[in-house]
């Protein structure tokens, strides 16, 4: 099978991303005794190799009790330059009972990442989930002070070995309030969020403190707001804070928005940097993940990337397949599209995304070459025409980024796969051309060939 797909090439904001992400590199590239041309495509064969070509690092979720299971170490060692302890510098998991702290299986997991040259994201110091028992029942004042010493004392036993903590985590409610989440913390008084992270400071003064929470990817919506109006007060009144932590677990309930570079670029215009801390994609479209790394890419404060655990198996939401890996720990498509992202490249052939639907696949036979070009744009939607060589009847599969939605098709017989993302298109004698229209929605991205077969 042979396919030909155009990159996003964005020629307006190309210039100044170049310039953008050739000074970003270039600092950390010189720590590392690399060098890069400004603006040379990357060509590194790991996650995190690549990564860190690109100014970036690539991290998991790791845990400690999977130290053990060569796979999984083999596969962390190979492609991740950074790890995140995925439960075990929890509160309940480092002061079990008060005062009684527990550093061991955290202890673990930093010296193999730090041995191997892995930063370390430190997660999480004040959390209102995975309390210990003995504070899911303080309150008040005695509650305030065993919180922050709680801060104080984790952030400085791991001081000098965590690059980033996530010093507060999910203080937000959802929906459209905008307001705190209720909580034991928050009943302390609304100045906990800012009193843990001067604690966190005192305790740990190199590392960069991050305020972590999901539902917050959408820029329209009333909690990323809250949490943008919390980071910018917080910058105003000198409130040590350094960096945003976006956990972006995606799904259909909350899926990719197509808004969400602009969310990283506001929160990052604030003078923070921001994260990308728990990513997972239901489904694992390389598409969605594709998009993920180029938004990212496309802010220089956006610092790095870590999908939360290592094969599909590892995930906390193990039947929504979101990794990069599957159970096997063989590379899945998501990963080719991470990898060329990261890379700047084009993806290699990938199989459409997973779906539910009766998709029925291509006949099989020879193969061609489909080559997607722009087409007349307007305010609200985009043509794009799709030439085909090398077959007289001939099917293509197409895909366009949600909240795209193609409204129109000529030249072809289209179906849909359930999603309504994956077009397959066949000829109808119509010739070798065919084309459709696609509701941008916000989005404006160029669809993605993925294959073309021959009948
Ligand atoms: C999850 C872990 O992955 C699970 O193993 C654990 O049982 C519950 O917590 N937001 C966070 C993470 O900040 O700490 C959560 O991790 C996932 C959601």
Redesign the pocket.
């Known amino acids: 099978m042979i396919e030909r797909c155009h990159r996003d090439t964005r020629p307006r904001s190309r210039p100044r991303l170049h310039a953008a992400l050739a000074v970003a590199a270039v600092g950390l590239l010189a720590a590392a005794g690399a060098t890069v041309l400004p603006g040379a495509a990357s060509a590194g064969t790991t996650l995190g190799a690549s990564a860190a070509e690109r100014g970036r690092y690539f991290g998991a979720?790791v845990?400690a009790n999977k130290l053990s299971d060569n796979t999984y170490v083999t596969i962390l060692n190979r492609e991740f330059n950074s790890v995140t302890p995925?439960?075990e510098m929890?509160i309940d998991a480092t002061e079990p009972q008060q005062g009684q702290f527990t550093f061991a299986n955290a202890d673990r997991i930093v010296s193999h990442a730090r041995s191997r040259g892995m930063s370390v994201r430190g997660?999480?110091l004040a959390?209102h989930?995975?309390q210990p028992g003995w504070m899911q029942n303080m309150s008040g004042s005695a509650l305030r002070q065993a919180m922050l010493n709680h801060v104080t004392q984790v952030a400085t036993h791991f001081r000098g070995q965590v690059v980033a903590w996530?010093v507060v985590?999910?203080a937000f409610a959802d929906g459209s309030s905008g307001a705190r989440r209720d909580s034991n913390l928050q009943r302390t008084g609304n100045d906990w969020i800012e009193a843990a992270f001067r604690a966190a400071r005192a305790a740990d003064p190199g590392a960069k403190l991050c305020y972590?929470d999901?539902n917050t990817d959408d820029w329209s919506h009333a909690k990323t707001q809250a949490v943008y109006a919390m980071v910018r007060d917080f910058k105003q009144r000198g409130v040590p804070i350094d960096c945003v932590g976006l956990?972006s677990?995606f799904n259909s309930g909350s899926p990719y928005p197509g808004n969400y570079r602009t969310t990283l670029s506001s929160f990052a215009a604030l003078g923070v940097d921001v994260q990308i801390?728990?990513l997972d994609i239901a489904g694992a479209s390389p598409t969605t993940y594709r998009n993920v790394v180029n938004d990212c890419l496309a802010v220089a404060r956006c610092t790095g990337i870590t999908v939360?655990?290592i094969r599909d198996s590892d995930?906390?939401r193990a039947s929504d397949t979101p990794l990069l890996f599957d159970n096997a720990g063989n590379r899945k498509p998501a990963y080719d599209a991470v990898l060329a992202a990261l890379n700047n490249g084009t993806p290699p052939p990938t199989t459409p995304p997973p779906t539910t639907g009766p998709t029925t696949p291509p006949p099989g036979g020879g193969s061609c070459t489909a080559t997607l070009r722009d087409g007349t744009r307007w305010g609200d939607r985009f043509n794009s025409e799709v030439t085909v060589s090398g077959a007289t009847n001939w099917t293509v599969v197409v895909a366009v980024t949600p909240p795209q939605k193609v409204s129109a098709t000529w030249n072809g017989t289209p179906s849909w796969d359930s999603s309504g993302n994956v077009m397959t298109m066949r000829s109808n004698g119509s010739g070798n051309v065919f084309g459709f229209t696609t509701m941008a929605n916000g989005n404006w991205s160029r669809p993605q060939v993925y294959s073309c077969t021959a009948s």
Do not use: F
């Open positions: 979720a845990a995925e439960n929890k997660h999480t959390w989930s995975q996530d985590n999910e972590n999901y956990q677990h801390t728990e939360w655990g995930s906390w």
